[in-house]
């Protein structure tokens, strides 16, 4: 079966921009969870919705937001773009809430 | 603040000795524990996993134990190939408004040498 797509794979942005990043979970999964990687910070939770409703959000700023469709993709969006934002954000869909498998990842750098 | 922790940045290991992984965490609500495996440029790739209810679950090469008292679980890896040189990456769960966050710890990059 198909894994979890994330588009584009990679990225360059201006600081102040906006982006959108995509993830199509694999089929039948209604978790999608998302994460920012960074050398210094590691792998950090920033949200996971279900069912098109957010359920958790980590600890980041208002500038990061997502949503859900009723197919279960998810979009990632952030807003007012920092140099600091530069990091591969990551997608990872679930069935059961404990096997999150990952996808590729979105490499965004912001100049 | 970090609640999962791997103090170990890097490990070397040669072909065919036992590769061990350390975890520690701090944060006792955490329920399910998860480790994964991850190569430059992809995603994280799902190694195995254990519960709260259990000290030890084994799949083939990879082994986890967890040691509830101490906060602190470890991979072995046994015997270690060089296809198992990756970052790894522990991981744990805690239940939040009827849904889960993993935590992760920073990664420890494993080399395994022929």
């Known amino acids: 079966k198909a894994g979890v797509t994330q588009t584009p794979r990679y990225l360059i942005k201006t600081r102040g921009q906006q982006v959108t990043l995509s993830c199509s979970p694999i089929s039948g999964h209604r978790s999608v969870s998302w994460y920012q990687q960074t050398p210094g910070q590691g792998l950090q939770f920033l949200f996971e919705y279900f069912s098109e409703t957010q359920r958790n959000k980590g600890n980041f700023p208002g500038r990061f937001s997502g949503r859900q469709f009723s197919n279960s993709r998810s979009e990632m969006n952030v807003s007012t773009l920092e140099l600091g934002d530069s990091a591969l954000y990551l997608c990872?869909?679930?069935?059961?809430?404990?096997?999150?498998?990952f996808g590729s990842g979105t490499r965004l750098t912001v100049v | 603040d970090q609640q999962v922790k791997q103090n170990s940045p890097s490990l070397s290991v040669q072909e065919g000795r036992i590769s061990i992984l350390n975890c520690d965490y701090t944060?006792?609500?955490?329920?399910?524990f998860l480790w994964y495996k991850k190569y430059p440029a992809e995603g994280p790739t799902f190694l195995i996993s254990i519960s709260s209810i259990k000290d030890k679950n084994e799949d083939g090469r990879f082994t986890v134990f967890l040691n509830k008292s101490a906060k602190h679980l470890s991979l072995h890896i046994v015997p270690s190939q060089p296809g198992d040189s990756a970052v790894y990456f522990c991981?744990?769960?805690?239940?939040?408004?009827?849904?889960?966050?993993?935590?992760f710890g920073k990664g420890t990059s494993l080399l395994v040498t022929p």
């Open positions: 990872a869909s679930s069935f059961d809430n404990y096997g999150y498998t």
């Open positions: 991981a744990a769960t805690r239940r939040l408004n009827s849904g889960y966050a993993l935590n």
């Open positions: 944060n006792s609500m955490f329920d399910y």
